[in-house]
């Protein structure tokens, strides 16, 4: 049987094509392609455009109604059975959905552990945060901390420095 991959996909390629022409336009397009040395005797012709039509009729030796009947009646089986596997396409697609759903509300009275879990894996993971929060908020005093203390001894230097240069300049003097 198809697997449900390829079945939606190709539900969905089937569901974008464009509605299908009716049964006289299919018709008049397989009759004109079985046709086709109508429109080559009509252009080759010389003469005026009644001319051309009747000598474009008249190089047609049979009309072949029945044939071109059994082409168009074959695209129109063919159009139809595509159609007829999108329909059984989609009603195997919902009738697993329902399955699915079925095999959920059996699950529903059993023993589930999963909230439990979750819930254990939430509790877990927000004292991991608070954690980092705090080793965060550490690291950033910390730091403000190094900042403060190396401007205060950049101050002193610039401070030593000032007092180097107003001794050297009394020297000087």
Known sequence: MINKKTLKSMLSFSENQHPGPSFIV???ATWLAWHN???SHFINTQGDFFTKVS???SAIEDNQYIVVLLLTGLIFIVR????YLSFKSKELLNSADDDFVNVRDDQKFAKNTDIANLMATLTKT???LAET????KKA???KNDAIKKLL???HELDEARADIDMLNQSKAS
Request: aromatic residues 8%.
């Open 55 to 57: 000598a474009a009729l």
């Open 26 to 28: 299919i018709y008049i």
């Open 152 to 154: 205060s001894v950049q």
């Open 133 to 136: 929060r705090a080793r965060e």
């Open 80 to 83: 139809l059975g595509a159609n």
């Open 126 to 128: 927000q004292q991991q």
């Open 37 to 39: 040395q109508l429109f």
């Open 140 to 142: 950033v005093t910390d």
